[in-house]
């Protein structure tokens, strides 16, 4: 997925444009399932209740599926992502998230498949104003806290853009030396980074209409079993 010594990479032509509109469609089709999420897990006080009013009025980031972070920030436990909207989600994407699994497969030569702690699950956003530098660098190191003996270094995160703001969407990620740069995404690509990478969804602002939906998955290696497993 990832050539040795480098931090990225990518798979050309995984969804075609008609399969991209099509997920697009089906998840503005499941906007009463989107969830509002906050840029900081320690944000809070008048700045995270302008946020909360702006998200229920339709202006916000937005998760759906329930991402492992989401789940350890609300102290949810594992099998309550399975009840909600779990069954949907397949219903309408598991061939989305089987052919990440053939791709991972593929391009590693590990047998690979979906995790069953969360399903791969998408980002939106539709903020109408320059959102910069929002989110805190992280690690993409949440689902230690649900499965014991998880290498962190066969963490890999995987995303695909389903729409982009009209100035692009990228990753904003920190190199060793300290820089912050900017890695662009490519449309009906699936791009992969390690998980140890520090990153952060790069700048930007969705005009009126607009929205910026990601294809959100991670996966990691599984030594007992010797499988990939991806999860949200
Ligand atoms: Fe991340």
């Not at 469609?25 to 700045?47: A, T």
């Not at 030396?177 to 995404?185: C, E, F, N, Q, V």
Request: aromatic share 12%; charged share 30%.
């Amino acid at each position: 997925m990832i050539e040795e010594g480098n931090w990225f990479g990518e798979v050309k032509d995984f969804l075609t444009d008609e399969e991209r509109v099509s997920i697009r469609e089906q998840v503005l089709e499941m906007k009463d399932k989107w969830r509002p999420i906050y840029p900081s897990d320690h944000l809070f006080g008048p700045v995270r209740d302008i946020l909360e009013k702006l998200a229920h009025a339709g202006l916000g980031f937005y998760h759906l599926g329930y991402a492992v972070y989401i789940m350890k920030c609300s102290r949810m436990p594992a099998e309550k992502a399975h009840d909600e909207i779990y069954d949907e989600l397949m219903v309408r994407f598991e061939w989305l998230f089987e052919r990440v699994c053939s791709i991972v497969e593929k391009e590693t030569g590990v047998p690979t498949e979906l995790h069953g702690i969360t399903t791969p699950g998408f980002h939106i956003s539709t903020v109408p104003f320059d959102i910069k530098g929002a989110a805190d660098l992280h690690e993409d190191f949440s689902i230690i806290k649900y499965v014991d003996g998880v290498d962190v270094d066969s963490i890999i995160s995987l995303i695909a853009v389903i729409e982009e703001p009209e100035g692009g969407a990228w990753l904003e990620w920190q190199h060793p030396s300290g820089d912050l740069k900017r890695y662009d995404y490519n449309l009906n690509s699936l791009h992969a980074w390690r998980g140890k990478l520090f990153h952060r969804v790069g700048d930007y602002q969705t005009k009126l209409g607009e929205h910026r939906i990601t294809l959100q998955c991670h996966y990691y290696f599984d030594k007992e079993r010797g499988v990939n497993r991806v999860y949200f």
